[in-house]
Nanobody
Framework: EVQLVESGGGLVQTGGSLRLSCAAS????????IGWFRQAPGKEREGVSC??????????LDSAKGRFTISTDNTKDTVYLYLQMNNLKPEDTAVYYC???????????????????????WGQGTPVTVSS
């Protein structure tokens, strides 16, 4: 079973930056899709940015384009996922989670849109609060 550990959240002012990190382990990461999701108070969880290892072409939520950058790094057994978030806005306030599906042909777009409906191995998340 995949284990996910997120970190890097915090409290920042509008316009500030944060870099989130996620360590994904417990699986063989061949041909995987991985991404960042967030859930704001009273709202549904949504995909922020996802990427598939095969093509490396990222998907971004419209509101994240131009401000957020997803990246990955790998060891033999662990995928490290990052999200550089710049020019943060109060509407970015949420708990941020990572999720991954190893050995899949799901596109980054599909995973970001659909994973909140069925993925059930979420980590503890890391909270991001952007003050105005």
């Amino acid at each position: 079973e995949v284990q996910l550990v997120e970190s890097g959240g915090g409290l920042v002012q509008t316009g500030g930056s944060l870099r989130l990190s996620c360590a994904a382990s417990g699986a063989t990461f061949d041909d995987y899709v991985i991404g960042w999701f967030r859930q704001a108070p009273g709202k549904e969880r949504e995909g922020v940015s996802c990427v598939h290892s095969r093509d490396g072409i990222p998907y971004y939520l419209d509101s994240a384009k131009g401000r957020f950058t997803i990246s990955t790094d790998n060891t033999k057994d662990t995928v490290y996922l990052y999200l550089q978030m710049n020019n943060l806005k109060p509407e970015d306030t949420a708990v941020y989670y990572c999720a991954t599906e190893p050995r899949t042909s799901y596109s980054s777009n599909y995973f970001c849109h659909r994973a909140p409906l069925w993925f059930n191995s979420w980590g503890q998340g890391t909270p991001v609060t952007v003050s105005s």
